[in-house]
């Protein structure tokens, strides 16, 4: 009898093929099925030993929370929730160019100054430039122990050897292990890579980061499979062209995940940028009418953008709706709710609804700042220039509250903002943290437009 083939699974879903296709017949995915060793293939003769079990202990415990490592990045520290976790692995993503690697260097040139062993590998770079970018950074000084590397076995012997407490790989894409068969930067090599150094993270107590490039649909390439593996998870972001760069915590088992951290690209690399509203309202000038600054929410990452929207006699007999970043649906049910409840008519005037930076917003809390927006347009008025607005609309025209509104309110309060044009919160007694911002509370879309007419008299 022949030896059994080894089978196919669906890496989507699960459902197991006896030959591979580019196609799961079972969840219509591409390109997930993945061969795997039959149960009867598998090596015969080793017999689970019986071992000594696992220990348990109670939840009440005590054990000793090691201190953070201070990255003398202020805006770093607090991203990571206070500076990092000995025994853990954090993963940076970002676009390629928006600066991951220098603002490692910068840490990295801090750590070893302060006498913590701090070894930076560097996979995508030789030595000769790393030396040339440390000297840019007034670096060259600093004791960071330094290598240009690829391969696993010879960074897991070298650092075993020299037991760095601090562990920076730039670029876990670039890694492989000999274990394996496949190309550097796939996922199964990305995969193997980030769990071995994982798992050395935690066994020897030192702290690892993996530098990740994000592909062009904002994904880390060899993508969610490290994210899982590593204690927390940052990406880097910002328009390369300009010179501003956001870190934000998506994932973080030691702190919070709403917290940015907002830097400067200069000539001697990042610095932290101490006012971001400056920065943020810098592109805004001067307060327009039409213009809202909406405090939304991209997926659990609070994100402000602003809403812009003109309102002017159509020229031609139908008149027009053009909407860019949000739907068109969303603006006929606000215009209608706007007409129908406040008396704002819009009949015979074409109406330009644009979300500005490029997002798309598909949050149902953005129809109040879509409303303020166009509420601004007809009266000529511009909104405070230090207020934010978001809630949900209904179509009897009460406003309702959106979800994370904290969230909302913190980001806005870290980028500068002194007010929020909202739905009053649920429980209004209930004593909010003073970083959070006061709130207009608006209850109901024609108090919202009577709010407007109030900032056109002044
Ligand atoms: P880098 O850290 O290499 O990006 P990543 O590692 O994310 O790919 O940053 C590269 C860009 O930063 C590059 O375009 C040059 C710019 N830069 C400065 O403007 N000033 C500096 O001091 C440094 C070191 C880089
Ligand atoms: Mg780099």
Redesign the pocket.
């Known amino acids: 009898m022949g030896k059994p083939a080894n089978i196919f699974v669906c890496q989507s879903c699960g459902s197991v093929h006896g030959k591979w296709a580019g196609r799961c017949d079972a969840c219509g995915e591409w390109n997930t099925l993945v061969e795997e060793i039959a149960a009867q293939n598998a090596p015969k003769g080793n017999k689970r030993k019986k071992s000594r079990g696992i220990e348990f202990v109670d939840l009440g415990g005590i054990s000793e929370d090691l201190p953070r490592i201070d990255m003398g990045i202020a805006e770093l520290n607090r991203v990571t929730g206070g500076g990092l976790v000995p025994g853990s692995a954090l993963l940076i993503g970002?676009d390629?160019?928006?600066?991951?690697?220098?603002?490692l260097l910068q840490a990295a040139g801090f750590t070893a100054k302060k006498g913590i062993k701090t070894a930076y590998i560097s996979g995508e770079e030789a030595t000769a430039q790393v030396r040339r970018?440390a000297k840019?950074?007034g670096l060259a000084d600093s004791p960071v122990h330094l290598a240009a590397e690829t391969s696993l076995g010879p960074i897991l012997d070298g650092l075993m050897e020299n037991k760095p407490d601090v562990i920076i790989i730039?670029s876990i894409q670039t890694l492989w292990s000999d274990q394996l068969g496949a190309a550097p930067g796939t996922v199964a090599q990305v995969r193997a890579c980030a769990q071995e150094l994982t798992r050395y993270a935690k066994k020897r107590g030192a702290c690892v980061i993996l530098?990740g490039h994000v592909t062009k649909d904002g994904q880390i390439a060899g993508p969610r499979v490290v994210e899982h593996m590593v204690d927390a998870v940052l990406y880097?972001e910002g328009d390369r062209a300009g010179q501003f760069r956001i870190l934000r915590a998506h994932k973080n088992r030691f702190g919070p995940t709403d917290e940015i951290g907002v830097f400067e690209?200069?000539?001697?690399?990042l610095s932290e940028v101490e006012n971001p509203s400056a920065m943020f309202l810098d592109g805004r000038g001067e307060a327009a009418s039409g213009a809202a600054v909406f405090a939304g929410l991209e997926g659990t990452r609070p994100v402000l953008t602003e809403i812009q929207a003109l309102v002017a006699p159509a020229a031609f007999g139908t008149p027009r709706r053009a909407v860019v970043g949000w739907d068109s649906g969303r603006l006929a049910m606000v215009l209608a709710v706007l007409e129908a409840r406040c008396g704002v008519s819009f009949g015979g005037k074409d109406v330009y609804l644009n979300v500005a930076g490029g997002l798309k917003i598909n949050e149902p809390a953005a129809d109040l700042a879509v409303a303020a927006a166009l509420a601004s347009s007809v009266f000529d008025t511009p909104l405070p220039a230090d207020s934010v607005v978001f809630g949900e609309i209904s179509l009897s025209g009460d406003v309702r509250a959106a979800s994370r509104t904290d969230a909302r309110l913190k980001e806005a309060a870290k980028l500068g903002f002194k007010r929020a044009i909202a739905p009053a919160q649920k429980s209004e007694t209930q004593k909010k943290p003073n970083n959070l911002l006061p709130l207009i509370a608006i209850k109901t879309l024609p108090e919202l437009i009577s709010r407007v007419e109030a900032f056109a008299e002044g």
């Open positions: 970002g390629p160019g928006i600066g991951k690697s220098t603002l970018r840019r950074l730039d530098v880097f690209m200069g000539e001697s690399g």
